[in-house]
């Protein structure tokens, strides 16, 4: 008889660690490469988005997103869904997980692996680009693998940075972006601007890029002049290079060359996610399918484990 699938709430966030879940993304990115796929419906204002991958060896998810415009005016959320992980081997449901739960870690651990591997460890000045959802996770999750650093805080609006640095300890509101900028040994970016906002005039040696909030081929965080200056990292190849306007849209106008972008997360065992003390980084984190399927198989085995 098979057994019921594992159902798995958001508290079980508990039992996680952003250590734990980059150590799963670098140990997965040794197995075969994923297949992903997504597919797009629509009902006029609304989006189902199915996002799935499969990892021979670990196995397949398939994360659905429901995004509801309207779901305000009724006092919802305007996003829902779940995950389903299901068994390599047999293909039998092995568990349905909390879409917020995955989102969160998914998102802020990819960052957060990046700046592990690419950033100087001894980084002491963190800004955060954006006082939203994903802002909040980014403060937790850098401030696990960054514990003695000072944050910064910049947000179009004045006001929520105030409120998101209010909620912290060790973080401030900087009131212009550039300063922030020239203060941060690391700066990471979560907004959902087309116009680039991180200018390359504003870095100095030895600073981390993590760009986030780019997610269509019309959207990008930073200038040209930041790519041009820094050494170009992304999570996969796969996901960006074709499809996201950060890197996109300068390679096609010959800003940067396929390249100058040196590496995913594929390649980190070869080694080539290095860096002198000198050098501006840039990772872009693009999401995917193939690391929810990661993070959903790094939180079952907690839960399991609990």
Known sequence: MTTPPE????EA??????????DAFLA?????KAQIGDTFLYRGEDTMLTRSAWIDGLGSAVKTANII?????????MIHGAVNLYDDVTGVLRAIVNFHLVTKWKTAGDSVLGARLLA???????????AGTVGRNLREAYGAMFPAAHFLIWNRSPRGAEEFAAECEKTSVVASLEEGVRQADIVTSATMTTDPLIKGAWLRPGQHIDLIGAYRPDMRE????????????????????DHIGEFKDPLARGVITHGDVLGDLYDAASGVFTRSPDDITLY???????LDLMTSQYILAAWQGR
């Open 284 to 290: 872009k984190n693009g999401g995917g399918a193939h």
């Open 222 to 241: 930073a200038d040209d002049e930041v790519l041009t200056r820094a050494r170009l990292f992304m999570d996969s190849r796969d996901t960006v290079l």
């Open 69 to 77: 415009p309207g779901n305000p005016s009724r006092n919802e959320p």
């Open 120 to 130: 100087r460890p001894d980084s002491k000045v963190i800004l955060i680009v954006g």
């Open 7 to 10: 159902i798995i709430p958001f």
């Open 28 to 32: 997965d990115h040794k197995r075969p």
């Open 13 to 22: 966030e508990t039992f996680l660690t952003w250590r734990g879940l980059t």
